[in-house]
């Protein structure tokens, strides 16, 4: 399964301090972002309709969208990140959109090794 990039634009375009509040993560708001109640360094800009959502760990020097911030603090894969973010569930079976091929092999002939004999062994 490829995920398009519509889906992963929607995934960053998510509000991430009401997708963590929904998951039971408590926030403190601090101006025009919020802070983790456990981690006071990270800070998560509230995102507005066709911003994309940010987030950035002072004491780490770590950042970045949405997606990474899933992936890193709650474990996901990239694919898992997207699915949480949209609420949606996404087949990952992988199927190809081209029809396989099917190879011919010539048979081998068998060859005939032929070895000069030397009189003095070298």
């Known amino acids: 399964m490829k995920l398009t990039e519509e889906q992963i634009e929607r995934a960053r375009m998510v509000n991430l301090p009401d997708f963590l509040m929904s998951h039971g ?3 403190k708001k601090t101006g025009r972002s919020y802070v983790m109640k456990e981690h ?3 800070n998560i ?3 507005g309709p066709g911003e994309a959502g940010k987030w950035y760990r002072f004491s780490t020097s770590e950042g970045g ?3 990474s911030f899933v992936q890193q603090y709650m474990n996901c894969s ?3 990140a997207v699915e949480l973010l949209n609420n ?3 087949d990952r079976e992988f199927k190809p959109q081209y029809k396989e091929r099917e190879y011919r092999r010539e ?3 068998p ?3 032929i070895i000069d004999e030397n009189e003095d062994m070298k």
């Open 107 to 109: 048979p081998v002939k």
């Open 111 to 113: 060859s005939e090794i």
């Open 78 to 80: 990239f694919v898992e």
């Open 40 to 42: 006071d360094s990270l």
């Open 45 to 47: 800009k509230d995102n």
């Open 25 to 27: 993560v408590e926030l």
């Open 88 to 90: 949606e569930r996404y």
């Open 65 to 67: 969208d949405n997606i």
